[in-house]
C-alpha cells in the first residue's frame, strides 16, 4: 500500500475542517507511487491573455475535497510575485505579500546561501528573475493519464494569447519511488490538522491548519499574515520551487572511497541520509535495510529519537535527521513544528545505479524539482538553509553542511557519532547543484477565479 492509498484509507470527509472545496488538491494529496508527472513554467506577456489562460485552466484544478477519490491525474497551479503584477493584480495588493515573496528567490540569494555554483548567476534561463510567472505541476498514475491532463492544460495553453511557454520537464520514479540516488522519498509528511486524516500511533502529532493553508490558525494559536484581499489570499499557500541536478557519480564516487565493501557502503550511504534505500528509517532498523519496513506507510514513519539522544544510531548530521529534528535535543532551540514543510518532490532522469562514476554527472540528466507548501514556505527556506542545512551550530557541528543538499564551496566533512570516538568523513562535495527556483504563491480555486475575472475590477 503506497502512502496515497493510506491516506485514502484513513481519510474521515465528517472529520475535515478545512473548506476542501476551496483548496487545490495538490496541497493535501501525496504522490501516487508510481509517479510520473509534468513541470511547465510560463511567462505572462499580457495581462489580459494571461487571465484568460488562468480562467481557462481554473476547471482542470482539482479540490482537495476530491483528495482521496480516484483521480488518474491532477494539476496544480502556483503564480510567482512578478506573475501577479504580470497578471494586472493591483499595487495595494502586491505589496502586502511579504517582502521575501516580492524580491522572489533569486532577489533571496544571499539569505538563501545560494553562492558560488549555486549563484542564479548560474540558474537556467527558466528561472531569470522575472521569468516564471506561472507554474504548473501535473501528478499522474500513468504515462496514459499524464498525456490526457497535458493535453487539456496544452489546449487551453494553446487556444490562449499573450503567454510564452518558457520550460517543461517530465520526470517520475517507479514503483519504490526512488529519487535519483536510488533512496525511497516523500514518506515523512506532516499530518495537517483538520485534514479529515489523523496521525497514526506513533506518528507526529498534527500540525495547525494554518502552517500549511492561510487563514487557518497556525501553531501560534493565531492565522499567519494573509495576503490582501482576502479573496486572494483565504486557502491559499506558498510553494518553494528549486530545481537541483543531482551529481550521484560523485556521491556514488564518495562512500566507495570512505568505506571498504558494498555493505558499509550502504551503512554511509544511510547513515547521510537517515534511511536505507527502501526508506527504512535507522531508527527502526538500525542494522541493515528493510523493504518491507520502508514500504509500509504505516510504520516507516513511526518512529522519534527518544531512545537515541547521541545520534549513536541516526546520525544528528543525516539529511533526515537535520531536517526533521524531532524530540531530539538541539543546541539552539527552535520550535520544530514552525518548520515543517508538505513536500512535493519530483525526480528525473534515469534510475540509479551503483555504476554511476562522477565522470558521468556532467553528461547526465537527473534531478530532483524540489517542491515544498507551508503558508510560510518564503521564511522556512531561508530559515533551513541558513540554519540546519549550511551550518551545525544546532547539533553542535560548528560549520558542518548537510551531506545531500549542502553547499559545499570546499570539501565538508560528515560527523558520525560512535563510541568511544565519533568518526569524521571527509570530502563531502555539492551533491546537489541548484539549477533555479521561485517562490510561488499557490491561491485557492475561488481565488484562481478572483485572478482570472479580475475580481478587483469591481
Ligand atoms: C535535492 C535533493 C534532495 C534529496 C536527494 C533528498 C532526499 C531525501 C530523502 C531520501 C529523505 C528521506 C525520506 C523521506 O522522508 O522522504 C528526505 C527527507 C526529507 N528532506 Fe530531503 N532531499 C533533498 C532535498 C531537500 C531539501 C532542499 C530540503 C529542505 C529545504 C529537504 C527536506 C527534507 C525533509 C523535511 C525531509 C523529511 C524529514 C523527516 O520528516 O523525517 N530535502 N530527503
Known sequence: MGILSDLAARFRRDRATLALDDIQALILRSRPEPYVGLHA??????????????????????????????????????????GLA??????????????????????????????????????????????????????????A?????????????????????????????????????????????????????EPQPGQERAIAAGEFILGENSETGAPLAMPEPAALGRNGSFVVLRKYQSRVGAFNDFVRAHAPEPAAQERLAAQMVGRWRSGAPLPLAPEHDDPALGGDPRRNNAFDFAGDPRGLVCPHASH????????????ILTDVNIHRII?????????????????DDAAAD?????????????????FLQQEWINR?????????????????????????????????????????????GEYMFMPSLSALRWIGDAGWQG
Open 320 to 331: 533526515m535527521r537535520r531536517l526533521n529534528p524531532r524530540d531530539g535535543q538541539l543546541t
Open 145 to 197: 493519464a499524464l498525456d490526457a491532463a497535458i493535453g487539456r492544460a496544452m489546449g487551453e495553453f494553446d487556444r490562449s494569447h499573450g503567454v510564452t511557454l518558457v520550460g517543461t520537464h517530465r520526470f517520475g520514479a517507479d514503483v519504490d519511488a526512488k529519487n535519483p540516488f536510488g533512496f525511497r522519498d516523500s514518506i515523512s509528511q506532516p499530518t495537517v490538522a483538520g485534514s479529515g486524516v
Open 86 to 143: 504580470a497578471l494586472g493584480v493591483p499595487e495595494a495588493s502586491l505589496a502586502s505579500f511579504p517582502v521575501a515573496f516580492r524580491q522572489g528567490m533569486a532577489g533571496r540569494a544571499e539569505q538563501l546561501r545560494d553562492v558560488g555554483e549555486n549563484a542564479p548567476a548560474h540558474w537556467e534561463d527558466a528561472f531569470r528573475p522575472g521569468t516564471c510567472h506561472i507554474a504548473l505541476t501535473i501528478y499522474a498514475r500513468d504515462d
Open 343 to 359: 513536500r512535493r518532490s519530483s525526480t528525473f532522469g534515469p534510475k540509479w545505479s551503483a555504476d554511476v562514476t562522477a565522470d
Open 41 to 82: 513554467m510560463l511567462h505572462v506577456d499580457e495581462a489580459a491573455g494571461g487571465r484568460d489562460l488562468v480562467r481557462r485552466l481554473a476547471p482542470h484544478i482539482p479540490a482537495a475535497a476530491d483528495w482521496t477519490g480516484e483521480l488518474e491525474a491532477w494539476t496544480g497551479v502556483a503564480i510567482s510575485h512578478t
Open 366 to 382: 537527473r534531478g530532483i524539482y524540489f517542491i515544498f507548501i507551508s503558508a510560510r514556505a518564503y521564511d522556512t527556506i531561508e
Open 392 to 436: 551545525g551550530n544546532f547539533i553542535d557541528l560548528g560549520e558542518e553542511r548537510d551531506p545531500v543538499v549542502g553547499l559545499h564551496e570546499a570539501p565538508g566533512t560528515f560527523t558520525i557519532p560512535a563510541s568511544p570516538v565519533r568518526r569524521r568523513v571527509d570530502g563531502v562535495t555539492t551533491f546537489n547543484r541548484l539549477r533555479g
